[in-house]
């Protein structure tokens, strides 16, 4: 395989989509009901779906000025059948979205639901559900408004433009345009044929993470990120490093930092966390340590990656045979991505048979992260893992309540 054959409307994406599409990179959204969901509400969903967020028809055979999708198109992208138990899923789901890029011709998105035939379980869930698309096309301040049956807007984003200097877009260009060929080199040696990558979601209570951060004086996002790392590290294999060269992906504070992006809210900030002797010393520096991050005013890493994404693109315009579906999966050096959603409050047609907690996250075949997705009730942990860490998540309970014991004996 030789990477993926542009379609002809992938002109139009700006450089960042294009690489999303490139990595086969999915976002998903995945809950339980307790109704049956069968095919005919599918189709229903999906005509809102595809009129809240019409930019979903982007990359496909159908007009976005159509409004909706034909019947017999529609059928192919929805999928309702029965189960004996709803126990595998949400993991049991298919977070990579083969699918979508196997079809590039068909709208990239899908919606699924694996059904109890005989009714609810004894948590009153029915049924699961999925929606799954291309990160290329979707974000999460995307669902933040369409989980609110409300229309989004993929205008460009208005961001406080930073005056870079020549020099400085110079610059980066150069970085780029020599380090894009390494890039393809290192990804051929390093990267396995195989894709190792698994989806495991965990549900916490959102009162417990707040009394916990509130416990250690640290913010919720610096503990719901030292929480997924500490639980990799301090059980099964861990990372095997004292300190982990990390990506945070949130949504950009009011254009505080350049994005350079058209289409994309989210920014990427760079980081390197080491690790502590025990849990509070952790905790407590990651969070200082991301709000510095918070205040960069020019951030180094997501104008690098933008530099890199248009690199690329104009290398497999021309050469597209130096690239391989390797190639893309490089993950430059760095070992996580964490990533927080913005807070979802279901409501509205849309979600109305659907409830909480939710399973939002991203899955990026050649980079570990943990997305975080919170509602109201709960933050749902959506890691996205190798084998050998797996394991670690089996503790993850068990490391929750030691780590509350030691914070109620502490306060003895």
Request: charged share 20%; glycine share 6%; net charge negative.
């Amino acid at each position: 395989m030789t990477g993926l054959a542009d379609p002809i409307n992938l002109a139009a994406f700006s450089n960042n989509q294009w690489y999303c599409y490139q990595v086969r990179q999915t976002v998903f959204y995945a809950c339980f009901s307790s109704h049956y969901l069968d095919e005919a509400h599918l189709l229903r969903m999906l005509d809102q779906v595809i009129e809240l967020a019409p930019h979903l028809l982007d990359a496909s055979t159908v007009e976005r000025e159509t409004g909706s999708v034909p019947r017999d198109i529609a059928r192919q992208l929805v999928s309702s059948f029965e189960v004996g138990a709803l126990t595998p899923y949400p993991d049991a789901w298919p977070m990579h979205g083969n699918m979508l890029f196997d079809h590039p011709d068909l709208p990239m998105v899908r919606l699924m639901a694996a059904n109890l035939p005989d009714g609810p379980d004894e948590q009153n869930r029915r049924s699961a559900f999925l929606a799954i698309s291309t990160h290329s096309l979707f974000e999460g301040a995307d669902a933040v408004q369409l989980v609110r049956s409300q229309t989004t807007s993929r205008d460009p984003v208005a961001v406080n433009e930073l005056d870079l200097g020549g020099w400085r877009r110079v610059a980066f260009a150069i970085v780029a345009a020599i380090a894009a060929p390494f890039q393809i080199l290192l990804a051929e040696l390093t990267v396995t044929n195989e894709i190792d990558r698994h989806y495991r979601g965990i549900a916490v209570s959102r009162a417990r993470l707040r009394n916990l951060a509130s416990a250690f004086n640290v913010s919720q996002r610096g503990l719901l990120y030292a929480l997924a790392l500490w639980c990799i590290h301090s059980h099964g294999k861990g990372f095997g490093k004292a300190t982990l060269s990390t990506l945070l992906a949130e949504l950009n504070p009011s254009g505080q930092a350049h994005s350079d992006d058209p289409f994309f809210q989210y920014r990427m900030m760079g980081t390197r966390l080491p690790f502590g002797d025990d849990f509070p010393s952790f905790v407590k520096d990651l969070d200082e340590r991301i709000k510095a991050a918070d205040f960069q005013q020019f951030n180094t890493t997501q104008l690098l990656l933008s530099a890199m994404f248009r690199a690329h693109r104009w290398l497999k315009t021309r050469l597209p045979f130096l690239y391989s579906d390797k190639t893309f999966r490089y993950a430059a050096g760095y070992d996580f991505d964490l990533s927080l959603v913005p807070p979802l409050r279901p409501a509205g047609a849309l979600t109305e048979a659907l409830g909480e907690p939710v399973f939002g996250g991203m899955m990026h075949p050649g980079l570990e992260c943990c997305v975080f997705t919170p509602t109201r009730q709960f933050v749902t942990f959506n890691f996205v893992l190798s084998s050998k860490h797996l394991p670690a998540l089996d503790h993850f309970q068990t490391m929750l309540d030691d780590i509350e014991a030691s914070v109620r004996n502490e306060s003895r």
